[in-house]
């Protein structure tokens, strides 16, 4: 975290890893969906998801969740056919793997990405960042 | 909403990634300067909407 590419949008990282920030450090106020851009995956023979979340209630759980949708918003089905994947570490990097989208570049070129929560956080911020391997 | 003057605090203020190391907030370190920019609005009882990092770009 904290590093300069924060700032750009898009930026390579190494010479076959490009990197996406979806969301950058939102603090989230309100439980409404927030959308990302739509993000070309054509190029991507792999595909990793992280997030990093400091979103915090004194009383209640935040609850985040992710989801995957097509530049069509339709929703992507993970392989165990939910449709979103609790984001509930706190203050931890946590890897979304292969585990449930491995085939997600091989069927959608473009896709976006949505986080929302259940309750609203009175403090803190996640990121979302789509990390691609070149083909 | 001052997000100029909370993001001057901000940048004033340090993190703790260990246990006993502080170090500075700057613009380089975009999760720990929203936080605090949203620690800033909550202790000054400064409503404000679901806002991020490319929006306090402009008061770096």
Same mark, same amino acid.
């Given at each position: @975290?904290?590093?300069?590419?924060?700032?750009? /949008?898009?930026?390579?990282?190494?010479?076959?890893?490009?990197?996406? +920030?979806?969301?950058?450090?939102?603090?989230?106020?309100?439980?409404?969906?927030?959308?990302? /851009?739509?993000?070309? +995956?054509?190029?991507?023979?792999?595909?990793?998801?992280?997030?990093?979340?400091?979103?915090?209630?004194?009383?209640?759980?935040?609850?985040?969740?992710?989801?995957?949708?097509?530049?069509?918003?339709?929703?992507?089905?993970?392989?165990?056919?939910? /449709?979103?994947?609790?984001?509930?570490?706190?203050?931890?990097?946590?890897?979304?793997? *292969?585990?449930?989208?491995?085939?997600?570049?091989?069927?959608? /070129?473009?896709?976006?990405?949505?986080?929302?929560?259940?309750?609203?956080?009175?403090? *803190?911020?996640?990121?979302?960042?789509?990390? *691609?391997?070149?083909? | @909403?001052?997000?100029?003057?909370?993001?001057?605090?901000?940048?004033?203020?340090?993190?703790?990634?260990?246990?006993?190391?502080?170090?500075?907030?700057?613009?380089?370190?975009?999760?720990?300067?929203?936080?605090?920019?949203?620690?800033?609005?909550?202790?000054?009882?400064?409503?404000?909407?679901?806002?991020?990092?490319?929006?306090?770009?402009?008061?770096?």
């Amino acid at each position: @975290m904290g590093r300069q590419e924060y700032i750009d /949008t898009v930026s390579l990282v190494g010479r076959k890893v490009e990197e996406f +920030v979806a969301f950058n450090a939102i603090a989230v106020a309100d439980t409404s969906a927030k959308f990302s /851009t739509i993000v070309d +995956v054509s190029k991507y023979k792999k595909i990793i998801i992280e997030y990093y979340s400091t979103l915090n209630n004194a009383t209640n759980d935040v609850n985040p969740i992710m989801a995957v949708y097509d530049d069509s918003y339709k929703a992507v089905k993970t392989h165990s056919g939910t /449709t979103s994947i609790p984001l509930n570490a706190r203050s931890a990097l946590v890897q979304i793997t *292969g585990t449930d989208f491995s085939s997600l570049n091989s069927i959608y /070129t473009k896709i976006r990405l949505q986080i929302a929560v259940g309750k609203v956080p009175d403090s *803190g911020s996640i990121t979302v960042k789509i990390k *691609g391997v070149v083909n | @909403m001052d997000y100029a003057k909370a993001v001057e605090w901000a940048l004033t203020q340090t993190y703790s990634p260990f246990e006993g190391i502080n170090l500075p907030i700057t613009k380089d370190t975009p999760t720990e300067l929203v936080d605090k920019v949203r620690e800033y609005f909550n202790e000054n009882d400064i409503e404000y909407d679901t806002f991020s990092y490319d929006d306090l770009v402009l008061y770096l």
